[in-house]
C-alpha cells in the first residue's frame, strides 16, 4: 500500500508517513475541502482478508467516536477504499512519549502533566466502558505546550460487553514491558485495573527513565510482572522521593483490588513538593536511557480452569503460559514490528515439517518514493499440521539480522503468520533484500526486494 501514489480516501491529499507497525500504516494528509490536517490509519494488506481484524480496526473507529475527551484523539471518518480501510483521526503535531524517554527520566513537573492528561483519556474510556488494554509511552503524544493524548484504541475493547471482544479462549493483549501480572498468569478478563497497572509502569519510566522489569525476551518479560518485586526507584535514580516511591508501589500492586487508579496515583504524585524531586539534566538523561515501547502482542489465555495463584516472590516458576500470538522489536532509525502467530503444542504422532516459505511486500511494487516509505513483508510459514516448535529469523532490508525467535506449533497448525515492518525516510536512496529463514525444523527461506528512491526535484 503506497498512499504517496494517491491510495487515500477521496478529498484527501498526502502529505508524509507518520509510522508503521505490525496492524497499520499512518500518514499525513490534507482533508482538501477544509484544509486540515489530519492523521489517516490504514490497514496493511495483510489484514484484509481477515475478518476479526477489520472488525477489530471499525471497533477503534466507533470507540474513539464516542469517547470525548480533549486528552483523547479524536477520530472523525471510517472509509473504505478499493483495498483499504481507512481512519481519519485527529493530527496531534507533537512528539510520541516513547520517544522523549529515549533520552532518560523526565523532570516531575513535566511528567506528571503527561500522567494527568492520560489519566483523564482512560477515565473518560472507562465512563464509555472502554479498557485501552495498551497504554506506553508509544500511544502517547506530547504536544509542543507539553499537555498530551492517548492514541490508539486498536486493541481496546467494551468492558461490559463481552459478545463483541471475547472469543471462545478469552484473549489478552498488550505489551510485554506494561503487561499486568493478572492477564499474564490468565487469572482475569482486562478491565480498568489492568489500563491503572500499564499506566503506573509507564509513570515509573517517565520519572526513572528505566522500566521497572526487563527480559530477554516476551514470555520472559510478561512473566517478570507477576513473579519479580519492583524495583527501589532510588536505586536507579538518586535521590528519588520516599513517597513517589510507595505511591508508584500502590500502582504496581500484583493484586488488582489492592492498585491505586490512574487519578488517584497521579493526585498522590502531584502532592509531592517539587524541591523533593531530584533534578534531571542532559547528562542525568543520557546515563539512563530507555529504547523505544516493544510493539504490542497478542495472546490467548492457557485453556482450563485449574487455579493458579498469583505468584509474588523472585524464583518461583510459572505455573502457567501464556501462548503469544504477536511479538516484535524496534531499531535506533527503523521502525520493525514483528508479528508471530503461535500456538502450544499438544503432544504429537509425527514429526513437525516445514514445507515451504513464502514471502510478499506491500506495497506489492516493492519501491517506495521519498520523503518516507514502509513496506510491511508478510511471511506464511506452511506446515505438515503437525505439533512442535519453528525457529525462524529475519535479515532486515538493511542486512542487519532480527533474533531469532522459536515458537510453539499446534497440532492441526498448518500455516504461521510472520510480519517485518521496515520504514525508510530522507533523502538517500536505498535498495535491499529482507530475508525471512526457517532454521529449524530444516532450513528454508524466501527474499523480497524493495526500492526507496528520491528522484531530483
Known amino acids: ?14 502529505n508524509r508517513v507518520l509510522g508503521a507497525g505490525g496492524f497499520g500504516e499512518v500518514v499525513l494528509a490534507r482533508h482538501v475541502r ?29 470507540l474513539l467516536a464516542r469517547t470525548s475527551s480533549p486528552s483523547v484523539v479524536r477520530v472523525y471518518d471510517l472509509c473504505r477504499t478499493e483495498g483499504n480501510v481507512h481512519l481519519v483521526m485527529e493530527y496531534a503535531p507533537g512528539r510520541p512519549l516513547s520517544e ?35 497504554v506506553k509511552p508509544a500511544n502517547v503524544f506530547v504536544l509542543p505546550d507539553g499537555r498530551a493524548k492517548l492514541g490508539d484504541f486498536g486493541i481496546a475493547r467494551m468492558a461490559n460487553d463481552p459478545s463483541i471482544f471475547r472469543t471462545a479462549e478469552g484473549p489478552a493483549m498488550g505489551t510485554p514491558a506494561y503487561f499486568p501480572p493478572e492477564l499474564g498468569q490468565g487469572l482475569s478478563e482486562p478491565d480498568e485495573r489492568s489500563d491503572a497497572y ?11 527513565g528505566a522500566r521497572p522489569f526487563e527480559g530477554p525476551d516476551a514470555l520472559s518479560l510478561i512473566t517478570a510482572h507477576w513473579r519479580l518485586e519492583v524495583p527501589d526507584p532510588g536505586s536507579i535514580l538518586s535521590g528519588f522521593p520516599v513517597a513517589a516511591t510507595a505511591i508508584l508501589r500502590v500502582g504496581l500492586e500484583k493484586d488488582p483490588s489492592s492498585r491505586s487508579s490512574p487519578a488517584e496515583l497521579v493526585l498522590g504524585l502531584a502532592g509531592i513538593r517539587a524541591d523533593r524531586w531530584p533534578a534531571v539534566d542532559t547528562a542525568q538523561r543520557a546515563r539512563a536511557p530507555v529504547g523505544a515501547s516493544d510493539p504490542t502482542i497478542r495472546g490467548a489465555k ?13 524464583g518461583r516458576r510459572p505455573r502457567r503460559r501464556l501462548k503469544m500470538l504477536l511479538a516484535g522489536l524496534a531499531a535506533a532509525g527503523v521502525a520493525i514490528t514483528l508479528a508471530v502467530l503461535a ?5 504429537r504422532s509425527a514429526p513437525l ?39 525462524f529469523a529475519w535479515v532486515r532490508p538493511d542486512g542487519k539480522d532480527v533474533p531469532a525467535h522459536t515458537v510453539a506449533v499446534e497440532d492441526g497448525q498448518r500455516r504461521l503468520p510472520v510480519q517485518l ?35 531530483a526535484s
Request: proline share 6%.
Open 198 to 208: 500499564s499506566f503506573a509502569v509507564m509513570a515509573f519510566e517517565m520519572l526513572t
Open 100 to 134: 522523549i524517554l529515549e533520552s532518560g527520566p523526565m523532570p516531575a513537573a513535566e511528567a506528571i502533566v503527561v500522567l494527568r492528561d492520560v489519566a483523564d483519556a482512560l477515565a473518560a474510556a472507562a465512563r464509555h466502558g472502554i479498557v485501552h488494554r495498551d
Open 353 to 391: 515439517v516445514v514445507e515451504a516459505v513464502d514471502l510478499t511486500v506491500d506495497p506489492r511494487s516493492g519501491e517506495s518514493l521519498c520523503p518516507a516509505g514502509a513496506f510491511t513483508f508478510d511471511g506464511s510459514i506452511r506446515t505438515n499440521g503437525e505439533g512442535g516448535s519453528v525457529t
Open 343 to 347: 500456538m502450544t503444542s499438544i503432544g
Open 421 to 455: 515492518s521496515f520504514t525508510v525516510s530522507g533523502s538517500q536512496a536505498f535498495e535491499g533484500v529482507a530475508m525471512l529463514r526457517v532454521l529449524e525444523p530444516g532450513a528454508l527461506s524466501a527474499e523480497q526486494k524493495i526500492r526507496y528512491t528520491c528522484p
Open 1 to 14: 500500500m503506497d498512499a504517496g501514489n494517491g491510495n487515500l480516501p477521496a478529498g484527501y491529499e498526502f
Open 34 to 62: 477544509l484544509n486540515r490536517l489530519v492523521a489517516i490509519k490504514h490497514i496493511h494488506g495483510y489484514y484484509l482478508n481477515d475478518e476479526e481484524s477489520l472488525k477489530r480496526f471499525e471497533r477503534e473507529a466507533k
Open 302 to 314: 492457557p485453556p482450563g480452569s485449574a487455579e493458579a495463584p498469583p505468584v509474588l516472590a523472585a
